[in-house]
């Protein structure tokens, strides 16, 4: 198993609260994913990196931000949380951007807004 | 506006039969598809792929097929095993690159022994 490490594995958090998620990678892979999966709609990406301090948006990047200051850490942060971003987060990791490198997933996160 | 559809949201088979996942897709314009499975509590994990230029591709149990004239995939898995019980999700990239993937919704395939 890909040593991806997502925390914490469960949040419950009020609407308007600042929540941030870690993904911790062992592998030294340049590229790293936040996803985030919903009912009805498989798993949509919101923000991706391609190396150290270099992000970009997903699919769904709106009311998210991402930090990346080390090759093993990809930060997702929410800065004011609302109900539509209950959902199971996952992170994954690949070698290169080619599809020839798939994607590795951590285990995830599954985050409630009340 | 969903480019990918899975538009079975489960489906149940005997041990040792054959199961097939179908997948549908919009964008003409996808050039690599992927298969990945899913364990409750647990990450996708990849399966299999297959490249625009190919209509089939075999990797031990599992086969995947690409009509692209159809827009259709279909996953088929010989035998079935009561371990292949999981949620299956077919993605679709474009310009061959893991940022431009897209998910199907899923397929929670059950394999009754």
């Known amino acids: 198993d890909a040593g991806i490490t997502q925390s914490p594995r469960h949040k419950v958090t009020e609407t308007g609260t600042p929540v941030t998620l870690r993904c911790h990678q062992t592998?030294?892979?340049?590229?790293m994913y936040w996803y985030r999966q919903d009912p009805g709609h498989g798993l949509r990406l919101i923000h991706y990196?391609?190396?150290?301090?270099?992000?970009d948006k997903g699919e769904v990047s709106d009311g998210y931000s991402v930090s990346r200051s080390k090759t093993e850490d990809f930060l997702l942060t929410l800065e004011s949380a609302t109900s539509s971003q209950t959902s199971v987060y996952f992170c994954?990791?690949?070698?290169?951007?080619?599809?020839?490198?798939?994607?590795?997933f951590g285990n995830g996160t599954r985050l409630t807004v009340t | 506006d969903q480019q990918v559809k899975q538009n079975s949201p489960s489906l149940s088979v005997q041990e040792g039969r054959i199961s097939i996942l179908n997948c549908d897709y919009t964008?003409?314009?996808?050039?690599?598809f992927l298969w990945y499975k899913k364990y409750p509590a647990e990450g996708p994990t990849f399966l299999i792929s297959?490249?625009?230029?190919?209509d089939k591709n075999e990797d031990g149990r599992f086969t995947v097929f690409l009509n692209k004239s159809a827009k259709h995939l279909s996953l088929h898995i010989v035998p079935s095993q009561p371990g292949d019980s999981a949620v299956y999700f077919c993605?679709?990239?474009?310009?061959?690159?893991?940022?431009?993937?897209?998910f199907g919704a899923g397929t929670r395939l059950t394999v009754k022994p």
């Open positions: 994954a990791i690949s070698e290169s951007r080619q599809n020839n490198s798939p994607l590795h």
């Open positions: 592998e030294n892979h340049r590229y």
């Open positions: 990196s391609y190396g150290v301090k270099d992000t």
């Open positions: 964008n003409s314009m996808f050039d690599y």
């Open positions: 297959i490249s625009s230029i190919k």
């Open positions: 993605a679709a990239t474009l310009n061959s690159r893991n940022n431009d993937m897209r």
